[in-house]
């Protein structure tokens, strides 16, 4: 059963043996792996329940509904675009559908029992397996991408094709937005249904405000019904608390280390909310003689894995993930420089434009704190990782104009044109500072840490009954789409907590 | 992307300026606003909303005459629409920054003239102000000021052909 906190219009206690907050890839695979064990589920979302009905490809409609603060959350300097889903299904929702492993040399690196590469593999098996994980045909790469792929076999580095979760895709290249032809495999279309199928209740438009612990344990979660007035209000209602045996955090770090802090969580470790990493990522525009168009097709079906190593030596600046990062008109207005007739001007270079991201494998190490009810999100990139994030920068334009690009938009406040690759040294030159280029994050990492905060089952140190099963605790960053580890640890707690629980 | 969570409030320097533009704010009248667009608002007041519309008319200056103007695709009314789905919080936030970035010149640039009453040529100095300060709050508050204006404008169907974006696939839907 699917319900909304908006039809909530009095206070309700309710008993299960597990609380979920959060649907997003963790808190999904929980609440399913719990529901099909014979455990009674409560899974609890701040955001809507929002179907391929709703989605309509329009940025200005979907953001304020799919992304916390519409779009709008930032790093406390506002120097980093942080964008998180909301809603049922959680970021899964307006992914791009990335599914990749994450690097045996990251995870044999945690040296944590049972979070070896090879000791993850069958719970990555099974995710894979139920999301119908594929590589993407090559005819379906889109002309974006296509540059990114012709510029990289150019040079003769390393990079090839993505896997994803999408079947019945058409094409719309409106991922970001939500899928209007349902074809993600996502949380919102494998796993909560199956979970409600396996008898997990989930309530939409319902925000955990406080972990209720008793005498050292866990007993439940309060929560706020809301009314989100067609996008993130949050206008609160009436109480929600939900009495269970076990309390699984699966709101992402921001939210599930912001909820471990307002609740007052023992903190055993001095870690709770901290270590967090961002993949924050840097856009490199190309501008082509040629038809490019690239807000048709498939996002993001390529990649670029030459600038990328995972050894943990001081000075490896080659910590870049490049992607394709194309936008809609006003993801694209944002990230191009400037404003006024000069800004209108690059605007319309839009159909002939390729743009590329070097997303960092970032060793800087932010925190979530709390404003209020809100969380602040704290980050500053050390100078090991302002290096990388320039030579990755760089080396986004050095595809570029190998794949042909007449001329190369470096995003900086006062914009930096190259027009050939003989210039390559003025992004070096021009470095990093807060806010110029500005930086965009999308997958938040490690705020309540395997083998700090939680043990290596995922379960709290300090606190019985308490259970994480998100980003939040990967102790390092990943260095790729974090998704797949996701749905995978989550999978993986929940069997730990089953376990518990019996 | 969009608005800076917090980003006034962000710091004492942050912190006094936001103290100061709300006096200011406070103490001066003198804007009009046309009934039937006060009557639609929904988060911004009509001064906010005319600081809006003058900031937009400056972020998108076109650059041909096939442009259609801010005002023409009503970009501080799809900015309103826009603010009051967010949470109250950053609503207030959206609102202190307006109000700074109207009376900001009387704090950073040492005249009065408030930002709705600056020649063109004067707002974009002022813009371009923001932009390169050493204040991180300051351009902090140019990219979201920035961010909000291409939002309520490239929204609109009537700019995508200046573009060549071909739009949705589905159709707009009523209301």
């Known amino acids: 059963m699917i319900e909304s906190g ?260 023992p903190d055993p470790s001095g870690r709770v909310g901290r270590g967090l990493h961002l993949h924050p990522g840097a856009a490199v525009a190309g501008v082509f003689d040629e038809i490019i168009e690239g807000w048709n097709g498939i996002p993001q079906s390529w990649e670029c894995t030459e600038k990328l190593r995972f050894d943990d030596a001081p000075d490896n600046d080659d910590r870049a993930w490049i992607i394709t990062a194309f936008a809609h008109p006003i993801g694209l207005a944002s990230s191009l420089p400037g404003f006024g007739a000069a800004h209108m001007t690059l605007m319309r270079l839009y159909p002939r434009i390729a743009v590329l991201a070097a997303m960092l494998h970032d060793r800087s190490e932010g925190r979530v704190a709390v404003d209020g009810e809100r969380p602040v999100v704290k980050y500053a990139l050390d100078g090991g990782d302002v290096r990388a994030l320039v030579r990755g920068m760089a080396a986004c334009a050095e595809i570029l104009f190998a794949a042909g690009a007449r001329q190369v938009i470096v995003p900086y406040a006062e914009p930096l044109v190259l027009s050939s690759v003989s210039e390559l040294g003025r992004v070096a030159a021009r470095g990093y500072r807060p806010l110029d280029p500005l930086l965009t994050a999308v997958h938040p990492m490690g705020t309540l840490a395997l083998g700090r905060v939680v043990d290596e089952r995922g379960a709290w140190r300090g606190a019985d009954g308490v259970w994480v099963a998100d980003g939040s605790l990967f102790p390092t960053s990943l260095g790729g789409p974090p998704q797949l580890s996701i749905y995978a640890a989550g999978h993986k707690v929940a069997g730990h907590l089953v376990e518990a629980l019996r | 992307m969009l608005t800076r969570r917090g980003f006034l409030r962000a710091g004492l320097v942050g912190g006094v300026l936001l103290g100061g533009a709300a006096l200011v704010g406070r103490s001066l009248s003198g804007y009009h606003l046309d009934e039937a667009t006060a009557r639609r608002l929904r988060a911004l007041s009509p001064k906010e909303y005319l600081v809006m519309q003058a900031v937009a008319r400056r972020v998108l200056a076109p650059d041909g005459g096939d442009a259609p103007s801010a005002d023409a695709v009503d970009v501080a009314g799809a900015v309103d629409v826009y603010v009051a789905k967010l949470p109250p919080a950053v609503q207030r936030d959206v609102r202190a920054l307006l109000q700074l970035v109207e009376h900001g010149s009387s704090l950073f640039r040492g005249h009065v003239a408030r930002f709705t009453h600056l020649a063109p040529a004067e707002q974009d100095a002022v813009l371009v102000d923001w932009q390169r300060s050493s204040l991180t709050v300051r351009r902090r508050g140019f990219q979201a000021l920035r961010t909000l204006a291409f939002l309520g404008y490239w929204r609109d169907d009537r700019t995508w052909p200046l573009i060549g974006y071909s739009g949705p696939m589905l159709p707009k839907r009523a209301g």
Not at chain 1, 24 to 44: C, P, S, T
Not at chain 1, 59 to 70: A, I, N, S
Not at chain 1, 128 to 152: Q, Y
Not at chain 1, 227 to 240: E, F, Q
């Open chain 1, 6 to 265: 908006r039809d909530i219009a009095r206070d309700v206690t309710l008993d299960c043996d597990v609380v979920v907050v959060g649907t997003g890839a963790g808190g999904a695979m929980v609440a399913r792996e719990a529901a099909r064990a014979g455990l009674e589920v409560i899974a609890l979302e701040e955001g809507g329940h929002l179907g391929p009905r709703d989605f309509t490809q329009r940025e200005d409609e979907m953001l304020p509904l799919l992304f916390q603060d519409g779009g709008g959350r930032t790093t406390d300097d506002g120097a980093v675009t942080v964008l998180q889903g909301r809603g049922v299904g959680g970021s899964t929702v307006h992914n791009t559908n990335l599914c990749k492993r994450a690097p045996a040399a990251v995870l044999d690196g945690w040296k944590l029992a049972g979070w070896r590469a090879d000791e993850l593999a069958p719970h990555y098996a099974v995710v894979e397996h139920d999301l119908s994980v594929a590589p993407i045909d090559e005819s379906r790469v889109n002309r974006n991408n296509a540059i990114l792929r012709r510029g990289v076999e150019k040079l003769g580095w390393k990079g090839g094709i993505l896997s994803h979760n999408r079947v019945g895709c058409v094409g719309s290249g409106f991922c970001e937005l939500g899928c209007s032809f349902d074809a993600k495999q996502n949380a919102l279309k494998v796993l909560i249904p199956a979970a409600v199928a396996a008898g997990a209740r989930v309530i939409s438009d319902c925000r955990a405000e406080r972990v209720l612990v008793k005498h050292g344990r866990a007993i439940g979660v309060q929560a706020r019904a809301l009314d989100n007035g067609g996008g993130s209000v949050g206008r609160p209602g009436a109480t929600v608390t939900v009495h269970a045996r076990a309390v699984c955090l699966a709101g992402s770090a921001v939210g599930s280390a912001l909820l471990a802090q307002k609740s007052g969580l």
